[in-house]
């Protein structure tokens, strides 16, 4: 098993109701924060003015900052340290999904960075010190209400890039599944899509042994759980524990404990922020196009490991006189469970764009030779992945 340090130091405050306890719970930190959202959600469901009543209740001033979109921009960022800085704010409360987290935690790092935070993204660093971030989490998904990571794309240079910092982990979570009835089944689906591919790209280790005694099976048990919940929740929407366990499921995919001694690979997450980064396609859904084609790549340097993953996470039985057969029946099984769900699998069932593979390869590889830790991805292996999903 590989070495590994692991602090989280996020408080999950989970269950219905426990948004009121938002402004009880800054309080213990601040008395000030910047209010950051995204689009019309917050308000249309209500939740904006239940946060809003819960900082008034507890004495918390705040300076608002809404807006941001889906895949978020480094423009807004800019904005949000600028309001920071001007009105001195050491807090920053988030209340959506992974963009508005994400955007939250750039200006965090941003903030008291000495230059332009775009910096850490392509070259990594550190600022002297981070806000600090919470969140009011409303779709169960990028898991960035408990993780160290942050993704923002730059429209610019066309680039989305990932930064990482023990930092950057929220103080606190409030995750109340009843506030994701209200998502549209795209998106509950483009969740269920990312939560599995976190899990994803941490069970195809790097390290040779790939542990599939504990932690392996941690990783399979979460997958398979998954796959069941997305093939329940469309059928009962509104039923509170298939909801709750979808919430749990998305922290618990990306809050680095199933990837305890395992290392990941990433390629994938690589791969697909560049489709998002030039279509603006929800990240869920870009992942069903990538995954199955980088499977298709790659399997080949451990047929049996992936014909384990299609016997434990889809319960194919193994074929043991022709394992690539199992092997290739789990990545089958995925794609479908995609469809299934309603997500594309390939780029032309999202209508995106064919003719631009050369310029995906070439931003994926911009600061770098290579990208995987299960298998290297080059230049030549990510064009590959592109046009096997065409
Ligand atoms: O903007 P509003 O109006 O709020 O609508 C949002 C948005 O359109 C809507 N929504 C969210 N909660 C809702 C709701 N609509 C109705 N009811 C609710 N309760 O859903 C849409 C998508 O929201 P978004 O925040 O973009 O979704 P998600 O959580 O999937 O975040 C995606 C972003 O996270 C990044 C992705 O790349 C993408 O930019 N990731 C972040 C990671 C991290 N920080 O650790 C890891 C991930 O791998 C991922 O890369
Ligand atoms: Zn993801």
Not at 92 to 97: E, F, K, P, S
Not at 236 to 260: I, S, T
Not at 352 to 362: A, Q, R, S
């Amino acid at each position: 098993m590989l070495n590994f340090n692991y602090h989280n130091e996020t408080k999950i405050i989970f269950g219905k109701d426990t948004e009121s306890q938002v402004g009880a719970e800054l309080a213990q930190h601040t008395k000030k924060v910047l209010l950051h959202y995204g689009g019309a959600s917050a308000k249309a469901t209500g939740l904006y003015d239940k946060v809003v009543a819960s900082l008034n209740e507890a004495g918390i001033a705040f300076v608002e900052l809404g807006g941001v979109k889906p895949n978020p921009r480094a423009e807004m960022v800019y904005e949000g340290i600028e309001l920071c800085r001007t009105e001195e704010i050491d807090f920053i409360l988030a209340v959506g999904g992974g963009s508005v987290i994400d955007s939250a935690k750039a200006i965090a790092a941003g903030v008291h960075y000495d230059g332009d935070f775009w910096d850490l993204y392509t070259k990594g660093g550190a600022p002297e010190k981070f806000l600090k971030v919470a969140t009011v989490l409303t779709i169960p998904a990028a898991g960035s209400e408990s993780s160290t990571s942050t993704v923002i794309t730059n429209e610019k240079t066309t680039e989305k890039r990932g930064y990482g910092h023990g930092d950057l982990r929220p103080v606190f979570s409030i995750l109340n599944p009843e506030l994701t009835y209200t998502l549209p089944d795209y998106q509950t689906a483009c969740g269920i899509s990312d939560m599995f591919a976190h899990v994803v790209e941490r069970y195809f280790t790097p390290d040779p042994i790939r542990h599939d005694v504990y932690s392996g099976r941690l990783c399979e048990a979460a997958m398979k759980s998954t796959v069941e919940l997305g093939r329940k929740i469309f059928k009962d929407p509104n039923n509170y524990d298939l909801r709750a366990e979808l919430m749990l499921a998305g922290m618990v995919a990306h809050n680095g404990w199933l990837g305890l001694g395992r290392g990941g690979d990433w390629s994938s997450h690589e791969i697909e922020h560049e489709i998002s980064a030039f279509y603006d396609i929800a990240h869920g859904a870009g992942l069903c196009i990538v995954i199955p084609a980088w499977m298709k790549h790659v399997y080949k340097n451990d047929i049996a490991f992936f014909a384990k993953f299609a016997n434990r996470v889809f319960d194919i039985e193994i074929n043991t006189n022709d394992l690539e057969e199992t092997a290739l029946a789990g990545i089958a099984a995925l794609e479908q469970f995609y469809l299934d769900i309603g997500m594309p699998i390939r780029f032309s069932d999202a209508d995106l764009p064919t003719d631009n593979i050369e310029g995906l390869v070439k931003n994926l590889l911009l600061h770098r030779d290579a990208i995987g830790g299960f298998v290297k991805i080059t230049a030549e292996d990510a064009k590959a992945i592109y046009e096997l999903a065409l």
